[in-house]
T-cell receptor, first 114, second 115 residues
Framework: DGGITQSPKYLFRKEGQNVTLSCEQNLNHDAMYWYRQDPGQGLRLIYY???????QKGDIAEGYSVSREKKESFPLTVTSAQKNPTAFYLC?????????????FGPGTRLTVL | GQNIDQPTEMTATEGAIVQINCTYQTSGFNGLFWYQQHAGEAPTFLSYNVLDGLEEKGRFSSFLSRSKGYSYLLLKELQMKDSASYLCAVRDRRYSGGSQGNLIFGKGTKLSVKP
């Protein structure tokens, strides 16, 4: 079955620690995205990547880092520099070859900083 | 700049029809998406409009007027499982380095369906 997987589903972190959220897709999509969702807020774009070995900052990239070494994988690291990291993190991917090019979302990771 | 507005919450009765509105202001409009999101889950794609008019897909329809910067999602024959948040998202070709544009999301409309 094709889709996007994120792990873990729930993650707890102590203040001052870096943590990496996994995102893998087997949809053969070129573009991948990371969003953050807070209560009462829309999805906000953290980073995106249109192609392997290239990525761009979104609206709220400060305190986050990403890599795109493989087409299938786009991990997000939440660093200790992120002042308010507790949130629901969603990874998405899309084809860029035509059609609607809707974004497909993974199940999300809920990060809680203790 | 970009701005997307939709009501925060709505309530409707099982079996009824509900219309969720979305207004937007963007500089490089390149399509509008509606997503459904159940609490704690991933958004799932419902509909896409890029030209003016109505797109129908089963119990769900979506309408777009580009000149008015307006869209609505119409849900018919409401079921309890339709209780969810509905996200309006606009693709803006100026909002990314790519050719198609990234999505700008509204804050979502939480729909509660009551018996």
């Amino acid at each position: 079955d094709g889709g996007i997987t994120q792990s873990p589903k729930y993650l707890f972190r102590k203040e001052g620690q870096n943590v990496t959220l996994s995102c893998e897709q087997n949809l053969n999509h070129d573009a991948m995205y990371w969003y953050r969702q807070d209560p009462g807020q829309g999805l906000r774009l953290i980073y995106y990547s249109q192609i392997v070995n290239d990525f761009q900052k979104g609206d709220i990239a400060e305190g986050y880092s990403v890599s795109r070494e493989k087409k299938e994988s786009f991990p997000l690291t939440v660093t200790s520099a992120q002042k308010n990291p507790t949130a629901f993190y969603l990874c998405a991917s899309t084809s860029t070859s035509g059609g609607y090019n809707e974004q497909f979302f993974g199940p999300g990771t809920r990060l809680t900083v203790l | 700049g970009q701005n997307i507005d939709q009501p925060t919450e709505m309530t409707a009765t099982e079996g009824a029809i509900v219309q969720i509105n979305c207004t937007y202001q963007t500089s490089g409009f390149n399509g509008l998406f509606w997503y459904q999101q159940h609490a704690g889950e991933a958004p799932t794609f419902l509909s896409y409009n890029v030209l003016d008019g109505l797109e129908e897909k089963g119990r769900f329809s979506s309408f777009l007027s580009r000149s008015k910067g307006y869209s609505y999602l119409l849900l018919k024959e409401l079921q309890m499982k339709d209780s969810a948040s509905y996200l309006c998202a606009v693709r803006d070709r100026r909002y990314s380095g790519g050719s198609q544009g990234n999505l700008i999301f509204g804050k979502g409309t939480k729909l509660s369906v009551k018996p």
